[in-house]
């Protein structure tokens, strides 16, 4: 390894690396210039030994003297020969040898052949140069022969220092050999520590590649712990400010606590002094219950008795009772009012109709009508004040009676307004006001141990047919019969739509369709409201498990058709339907007519008043109401009149109609009840 410096520090050296030769290839090459060039060995050898250096022998300087000496008088000056070429020696000596020892024949011969010719061009002269030349040859050769006795001499000389030389040459050849395997040797190391050193570099460069990766590695993993250190001292500051905000909690907690604690000790007391006032108040209210008990059964018992009392007040009013009512003159009304006074201003029983006529003598002939009925409303009578004297009826429904309520009166004297009434509120008529006041009943007798549950229907006869106005299909597209179940007193019709009711706004929705089903039937000619008999029929049944009683009664509102005449004589086309319109209003309403008087003639006794036969079945309006007339049920009619001078004849016709049906007396009403 200490050499290693040196290898790097040489200019001939290339560094390794991965572009350039290898120090390995490089040091073969080098061994194969060497072994192309051996004469270069020993200068290698001498670099790497640098304190060895060729002695020149002692003999050269002679031969170099020697040889310039005769080459000066014989030849050409040789070159000088300072540097002494060891291989050259022994080749120069031989010759030099082989030439003085043995000259070549031919050379001395040479001379001779030149005088000859040139004494063929001047005698004389010639001789004598010719004899010049002979002087100096012979000189020459005597020279020559001294030269060459020197040479020999010389010769001898230069063989001893060619052995010698030979010798060196000798020794200097196995320290070349030596020097060779040594340097074969350094070669072989220097490769051995390339390889070593480029394994060395390689594995460092793994090494430095690895550590830069770890580097790498960990520069990141050293951000993401710094992200993580980030996000930590943020987590730890929320926790922080956290754990202050628990702490300050903790504290109020802790007060509450203290403060709690306190309060419950005190409540703890007031619990146990009051589980002592609670246990008395046991023992007091379960005094209460027993004769809480006790009253409900004084109320039930009460109740029983006030149903009888007011069925009483009832019977007493009578079973059929009237009740007429003028409607005001509206804006609309173009004819004069008529004359109607109402003199009765205490109890309100009486109207009075006034017409003047002239005599046939042409004097002023004043006629006075006065009627009375169970009660007279007069123009100005509200829908409330009027409902407020049929509420008793409604009463009556939910007690178990069949009651019946019908509006009669000529066309626009006001029989739909009384029992319908307005869009408003104010204007409600009867049907609204008695379904609200039976639901009222019905939740008010729930704390006096009733339930009820209640069903409704509305039809109306248009032309003696019944049609359905809650059903599903077109008018007059089934047959409906009624049917009288005589055991239990109820009317049934047939096929007919019987929605159960739940609430009073449920039944106004229905009075509503009802009322939208009637208009798309009516035609021009046909104001059906007008020439139909409508009838709302609201069934309920109760129950008192307490009294072990149970009762069904039945709410029939009507409102027939318009009564007044109708001139047929010269009827065609429209007119004839409206004729036959009237007839069957006429029919049905004569057939009214002709069962109330049937009934009044029972009821007033007489000769064979008992077996009277009462015609319900001349007409479906007495037919379907025929529990409702016959004496089962507190009937209630509506007389409705037009204020109207015009038509005067018609109100009075309806007041007399209806003073007949007063005078009636049809029989006590059956209470429709079941105790088991
Ligand atoms: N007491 C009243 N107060 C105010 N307006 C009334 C009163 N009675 C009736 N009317 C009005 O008189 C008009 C006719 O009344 P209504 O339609 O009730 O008569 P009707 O006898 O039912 O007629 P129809 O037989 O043709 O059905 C309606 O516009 C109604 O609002």
Redesign the pocket.
Known sequence: MSRLPRLHSSPTQPTAGPSGPTLKRKAAEEDDEARDQPRKLPAIGARDRPSRTLQPSRTTPNLAKSSSSSLTTSGPKPAPTTKLTVPRAPNLTTRHTRGTSAPPATRPAAPPARPRAVSGRSGSSDDKRFSQLQTQLTSLESARAADAARLAQDMEAERAKVAELQANHAALSRELVAARNHELNQRRELVHFSDEIEMLKKKHAREVMDLEMDVKQKAREAREVSEDLRLCRGDLEREREAVNALKATLAMQSTAHLTLTTQNQLLQAQVEAQTREIAQLTAKLEEAERMVEEMRQEVRDGEIVRRKLHNMVQELKGNIRVFC?V??V?P?DSDEEAKITFPDKREHKEIVLESSSESATGQERKEVYNFGFDKVFE?R?T?AEVFEEISQLAQSCTDGYNVCIF?Y????????????G?PTEQ?AGMIPRAVDQVFRVAEQMKSKGWEYTMEGQFLEIYNETINDLLGAHDFDKKKHEIKHDARTGTTRVTDLTVVPLHSAAQVRALLQLAQKRRSVAATLVN?R???SHSVFTLRIRGACPGAKEECEGSLNLV?L??SERLNVSFANGAERERVKETQSINKSLSALGDVIAALGERGAGGAGAEGKHIPYRNSKLTYLLQNSLSGNSKTLMFL?LSPLASHLNESLTSLRFATKVNNTTIGTAKKQARTS
């Open positions: 009512r409607r005001p509206l609309s123009p009578a829908q509006a009166g000529q066309t626009g004297s006001g029989k739909s307004y009384t029992m319908e307005g204007d104001e409201s007008s020439r409102d058709a318009g409705n």
